[in-house]
């Protein structure tokens, strides 16, 4: 609790001014979110989950394009959640989009929704931001629903690109207390293992966002 409580309030202080830019510049290097909302294809009347939904701009776009399916965003950032709300009041799908407060890392965070398990589940970029990354994999995990899916889309390694890209990106990110996760991929293997699910993984633009789909067996 006390580890979930220090989180909030780094999130807040980081993000209490920038949120209101933030999808303004987040938009030309958060590469990747698209294609993963693409790839979502919930069935009619689903339900899924955003871990780490920040100011709702993945929510606002895939309510849009998926209107038969239900969507809840959970963020740990009192400051986010305010904009989320705000845009998703004028994107006019509130009944659509429900948002929650707390910690993605708890594996009862959204018990008391009433929603045993979830058709879909995403971290879009919020991985490489959690100190305790791999209990928000579980978390998501244990909501997940047979035959349904966990999108990951995240920094990579930066393999087959310049190492001064490499170099500056991961200084500017540290700034931002934000950490790509080298250890991703073999995360992602262990827990599709653990679960008997299938899982595909590929890195995109030359290996600047490692990006992966868990799938659930039915």
Known sequence: MRKAVETARLMDAVYRNQRHFYDLTRKYYLL????????LQPPRGGTVLELGCGTGRNLVTAARRYPDARFYGLDISRNMLETAEKNIKRAGIGDQVHLI???AADPFVTEGLGIPAFDRI???YTLSMIPVWREALAAGSRCLAEGGRIHVVDFG??????????????????????????ELKSELEALAERKGAGLEYRQLYRGYADYAVITSAE
């Open 32 to 39: 990747g979110r698209d294609q993963l909302i693409s790839d």
């Open 122 to 124: 995403i971290y879009s």
């Open 101 to 103: 407060e707390g910690d």
């Open 157 to 182: 390694q930066q393999g087959r690109l310049p190492a001064w890209f490499r170099k500056a990106l991961f200084k500017w990110l540290r700034s931002f207390h934000v950490s790509p996760r080298s």
